[in-house]
């Protein structure tokens, strides 16, 4: 079992910046990709970032150049600092980790941008 732990949302200005972080239960090497996806209100769920274990990242087109995923195996984090944010950018976030086999999910922190 993992349990994750998302905080760092809240209510921003366009253009503004949010740091989320995912606290994870036990060692980040045991996880062997952990990411970041977003739900805005009516829509499906969406992938946002990822990075492995091994420390490669991914991201979607929409956030590409704004948005860093990072991770402090120190601390079992992952983090997600998002730049120049835009109002399409409002949803709740959750962070995903993916083990042999499984694949668990915070609660969800939301992220609001004010035009």
């Known amino acids: 079992q993992v349990q994750l732990v998302e905080s760092g949302g809240g209510l921003v200005q366009t253009g503004g910046s949010l740091r989320l972080s995912c606290a994870a239960s036990?060692?980040?090497?045991?996880?062997?990709?952990m990411g970041w996806y977003r739900q805005a209100p009516g829509k499906q769920r969406e992938w946002v970032a990822t990075?492995?274990?091994?420390?490669?990242?991914g991201y979607a087109d929409s956030v590409k150049g704004r948005f860093t995923i990072s991770g402090d195996s120190a601390k079992n984090t992952v983090f997600l600092q998002m730049n120049s944010l835009k109002p399409e950018d409002t949803a709740v976030y959750y962070c995903?980790?993916?083990?042999?086999?499984?694949?668990?999910w915070g609660q969800g922190t939301q992220v609001t941008v004010s035009s």
């Open positions: 990075i492995t274990s091994g420390g490669t990242t």
């Open positions: 995903n980790g993916i083990t042999v086999g499984n694949s668990y």
């Open positions: 036990r060692s980040m090497f045991s996880i062997h990709v």
